[in-house]
């Protein structure tokens, strides 16, 4: 493979929201290219981008895959990126190393609350965007309808370079706004296309656009802005020379429209990246760290190599593969750099570039360009590698934090290391997800993104590793309180043989505000009881509040107070005056109206307007308290408080009740009082369990 220079790269993220068609897209620009005879399709299980067996079950994509092409002379490197939030972190490891976001848009299912979010992304990652409006072919698919409803959400200035002649079944021409023609594109799904000028009603149409275009660019650049006023219109090649500028302005945001499944409108596509598109020297300079925490600048042009990793893969009979993008410099097999976040040294070895799987091995990559490596030491997502001589840490993503969990359940004795291990690999590779042994829960907990990337941790784990596990619900962090004041005094004694036992605890609690712990103190007067022994009655006290009383969960919120009590001059002793405070607290808190506390997460659902009478509906029967509405663009955003205990596998029916254009996050909020007869379940739950665990 020949080498390129950064200005001849084209690197780009496809994302968009679940089922757009990125996967297919991605697909058919391979095929329009010649990367491959024939396009695959998704319900074989045979595109280039998702050959992973998780997605070929599912049919959607899980991981980001690295494709490239060649077109008018440019590399592209394209990262089509899964779609569904689970997986958002692929997403954003792809962004951070694009330059530009290609974010694809189903013409019927319309922008998506995942359309939102990698536009938001985009924008913070200070990325141009173009858009593609996908699957034209469809019966209801219409044009005017979906740009208004783009337009609405992204602004005015987001602007059809091509338009849909005959969308539907069918669809195989559009309007080239650039160009002024028609263009109709041949049925093979090969991508080839005939050009012929834009007549009658067309013509009027693409001549409007066009002069919007032209003001549009010469919007972009004064020199452009004084020539346009002076000649009223701009000649071609002027246009075509601020074109680039403007997306990168982002003056406008190019829109076009695409059959994937067809391969229609994409080699016009193609062309406008080729020649308009985003390179690494538009982004020459990026911001890195060297080792005494300072700020210093990486250019496109120093001749030192610094290397983004955005993303780790262990591969069957592989190894583990090391997606990098070079910011600067170069690099061959052999080259040893500094892995500045883990202070090692590695040795570059294989270098790769790919098609999904396929990879070719290169001898060497230059500046600006993308690919993989396989076996390096200890080199994780986000590290950055490069020359000894010029040590930088680059930016890393920050990943949003795990909030969906699960408990990880071993089916077969004996694997506890192995799924320990399989864990802390699976964790380096992708950094979105936690885990952790919970001895409070006494389970193994893991946190992700959604529950489709449980599963999928949850899979890799099974066929890697080759353990037995499976999900399950985890335990609810409940809590025992008291609503009223209790008072007990409890004698411990035990005078049969040997030495002998006693002492006697006198001790009346009350409640606390929320939140606010447990507090013991002691306020004896007199001699009754020595004060060496306080400190054994509070010992008792915690451990009685740490096993729980009512149902086995952690007692809070409570004031104890050791007032009074008896002892023996010779069985007094520290053991007797732990068992007694811990009997004593126990009394005092059964005497002082004990209640359950349950975790309370608040909940932010982003859902479009149409389904909020299911999805309110749904909330109310999960016991959720709505804390406030509000629209975003056209989504409607609703903050909620909803027990814990409802949440789980929130997001699956959430996709059911909404067909996937709904998501949400969650997070701990506080404890709150549980309702009667959910406590009574609870209490009972726990004595079961606690009986169980006597018995086992
Ligand atoms: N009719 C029609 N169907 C399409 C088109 N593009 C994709 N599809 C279908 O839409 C479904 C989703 O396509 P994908 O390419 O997997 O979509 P994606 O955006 O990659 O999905 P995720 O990566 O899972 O978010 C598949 O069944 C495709 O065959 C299109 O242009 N027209
Ligand atoms: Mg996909």
């Known amino acids: 493979m020949k080498e390129y220079k950064p200005a001849d790269i084209r690197n780009f993220a496809v994302v968009g929201h679940a089922s757009s068609g990125k996967t297919m897209l991605t697909e058919a620009m391979l095929a329009c290219a010649g990367a491959i005879n024939r396009m695959g399709s998704i319900a074989a299980g045979t595109t280039v981008s998702d050959y992973h067996d998780n997605e ?3 049919q959607i994509s899980v991981s980001a895959s690295l494709m490239h092409l060649e077109w008018l002379g440019k590399k592209f490197n394209i990262l089509d990126c899964p779609g569904y939030a689970d997986f958002i972190s692929e ?11 290609l974010i694809v848009i189903h013409a019927t299912h319309g922008v998506g609350v995942g359309t939102d979010a990698v536009w ?3 924008t913070e990652f200070g990325i141009p965007k173009m858009i593609v409006v996908n699957a034209f072919d469809k019966e209801e698919a219409d044009f005017d309808k979906i740009l208004a409803q783009i337009r609405e959400h992204f602004g005015e200035r987001v602007f059809p370079l091509t338009v849909p002649v005959n969308p539907g079944p069918g669809f195989n021409q559009v309007l080239d706004v650039p160009r002024d023609e ?10 080839k296309f005939t050009e012929a000028p834009a007549s009658g009603e067309w013509k009027e149409k693409v001549d409007a656009l066009h002069k919007q275009l032209i003001e549009l660019v010469a919007e972009s650049d004064d020199s452009l802005m004084e020539k346009f006023f002076e000649k009223g219109g701009l000649s071609e090649e002027e246009w075509r ?3 680039h500028a403007a997306i990168q302005k982002q003056v406008f945001t190019p829109l076009f429209v695409t059959s994937a499944e067809n391969d229609i409108g994409i ?4 062309d406008i990246i080729a020649k308009y598109g985003s390179s690494p020297v538009d982004r020459q300079k990026i911001a890195g760290l060297n080792p005494d925490g300072k700020e210093i600048e990486i250019a496109l042009t120093d001749p030192e190599p610094a290397l983004y990793v955005f993303k780790t893969m262990s591969e069957a009979q592989f190894g583990e593969l090391s997606f990098f993008r070079i910011y600067s410099g170069s690099v061959k097999f052999g080259t040893e750099l500094y892995n500045t976040d883990r202070r090692s040294t590695e040795k570059i070895g294989q270098i790769y570039v790919l098609n999904g799987k396929t990879r070719i091995s290169v001898p060497g990559l230059g500046a600006g360009d993308i690919g993989a490596v396989v076996k ?3 080199t994780h997502t986000g590290n950055t590698l490069c020359s000894p001589k010029r040590p930088v840490s680059l930016a890393k993503v920050k990943y949003p934090h795990p909030n969906i969990h699960a408990a990880l359940k071993s089916a077969a004795k004996g694997e506890e290391d192995k799924v320990a291990s399989g864990l802390a690999a699976l964790h380096h590779e992708d950094p979105t997800f936690l885990y952790a042994v919970d001895g409070e829960l006494k389970q193994t907990i893991l946190s992700a993104q959604g529950e489709l990337h449980l599963e999928v941790i949850a899979d890799r784990l099974r066929k890697r590793y080759n353990v037995h596990v499976d999900l399950a619900e985890p335990r609810v962090r409940y809590r025992e309180t008291i609503k009223g004041r209790g008072e007990a005094k409890h004698r411990h004694k035990k005078q049969t043989g040997g030495a002998g036992q006693f002492a006697e605890v006198w001790m009346r609690i009350e409640p606390k505000p929320r939140d606010s712990g447990l507090d013991f103190k002691e306020s004896l007067s007199g001699q009754n009881v020595d004060r060496v022994f306080v400190p054994s009655v509070e010992k008792g006290v915690h451990r009685a509040a740490e096993e729980g009383i009512l149902a086995g969960y952690r007692v809070v919120d409570l004031k104890v107070d050791f007032y009074d009590g008896k002892m023996h001059p010779v069985d007094s002793k520290d053991i007797a005056f732990q068992i007694a405070g811990y009997f004593a607290f126990k009394e005092c ?3 002082a109206k004990p209640c359950l506390l349950e975790p309370i997460h608040s909940v932010d659902i982003r859902i479009p307007e149409d389904c909020m009478g299911k999805v309110m509906g749904d909330l109310s029967s999960r016991r959720g308290k709505i804390q406030g509405m509000d629209m975003e663009g056209s989504f409607q955003l609703i903050k909620a408080h909803v027990p814990a205990k409802e949440l789980y596998r929130y997001s699956s029916t959430l996709r059911s009740l909404t067909g996937g254009r709904g998501v949400h996050g969650e997070e701990f909020s506080h404890y709150e009082e549980m309702p009667r007869d959910q406590e009574h379940k609870v209490i009972e739950e726990g004595k079961k369990h606690h009986q169980k665990s006597h018995e086992d």
Request: aromatic share 10%.
């Open 120 to 122: 938001k992304y985009a």
């Open 267 to 270: 080699a016009r596509l193609l």
């Open 376 to 378: 390096l030491k200890d």
């Open 241 to 243: 020379m601020g074109i």
């Open 589 to 591: 808190f059964m005497a």
């Open 91 to 101: 997403g954003l490891g792809a962004l951070r190393v694009g330059d530009f976001a």
């Open 182 to 191: 028609i263009i109709t594109y041949s049925s093979d799904k090969g991508g």
């Open 56 to 58: 070929q079950q599912r």
